[in-house]
């Protein structure tokens, strides 16, 4: 059964590493194609929030590649260099789901709610999650209890991936529905932004997947070594 657990984890690392390499390549291609409209990231995000009425949300530069996220702690919408300065394709898209993020928080959207109260929690189970499952396989037979413990924080984390699902597609669609409205994005650009976000969503699905089948996995440990 551990041997199965392991086999499943490298074939969904497996896919994981496709569809980031995917991903990379995508953003890498629309990269290249500059706007017609000529906007850089940074001027994509603050026109959308200022079109949906978002005047409390900075935009700032971070280090990094891919690195984009909104902060809704001090919210922020953090770009990464070549998102934040780039006027292509790729840059639109990615300003633009981030502040599709702002606009959830703005809008009290349930998921990204729901999502917020957990992450304290995942940040602490994430940290003990995969001692506690070890110690819990090794002392199985002598406390089974402790592989319990491990099965419930870890569906913690799979329960904050399969919330994850919802909160990014959703930020995705406001993206591409400010896109295509306003016409930052001609016709000829829009399906590539769309099919950049496409792959960014997937990495999230499969993220989601891989944690619960692996959950479910150790669940089956725990019933099978107890009996």
Not at 179 to 193: D, G, R
Request: hydrophobic letters at 50%.
């Amino acid at each position: 059964m551990i041997g199965s657990i392991w086999l499943v984890s490298m074939l969904f690392i497996g896919i994981s590493l496709l569809v980031s390499f995917q991903l990379k390549s995508k953003f890498a291609q629309y990269n290249k194609v500059v706007l017609t409209s000529g906007l850089t990231g940074a001027e994509v995000a603050q026109k959308m929030l200022k079109e949906n009425g978002i005047y409390d949300v900075q935009v700032t530069s971070v280090d990094g590649f891919l690195s984009d996220h909104y902060n809704p702690l001090n919210k922020t919408v953090n770009l990464s260099p070549d998102v934040y300065n780039g006027n292509s394709i790729a840059s639109a898209a990615v300003a633009a789901h981030e502040c599709g993020h702002a606009v959830q928080h703005a809008t009290a959207y349930p998921w990204l709610m729901l999502r917020s109260r957990l992450v304290p929690v995942v940040q602490f189970s994430s940290s003990l999650v995969q001692w506690v499952l070890i110690a819990g396989i090794i002392m199985i037979k002598v406390f089974p209890t402790l592989l319990l413990a491990g099965i419930v924080l870890f569906a913690l984390t799979t329960l904050f991936s399969v919330i994850t699902l919802p909160v990014e597609i959703d930020a995705s669609n406001r993206a591409l529905a400010w896109l295509q409205k306003t016409n930052v994005t001609n016709t000829e650009e829009y399906p590539k932004a769309k099919d950049a976000l496409k792959w960014a969503a997937l990495t999230y699905v499969v993220a989601a997947i891989a944690s619960i089948v692996t959950l479910l996995q150790y669940i089956l440990i725990y019933n099978n070594r107890r009996s």
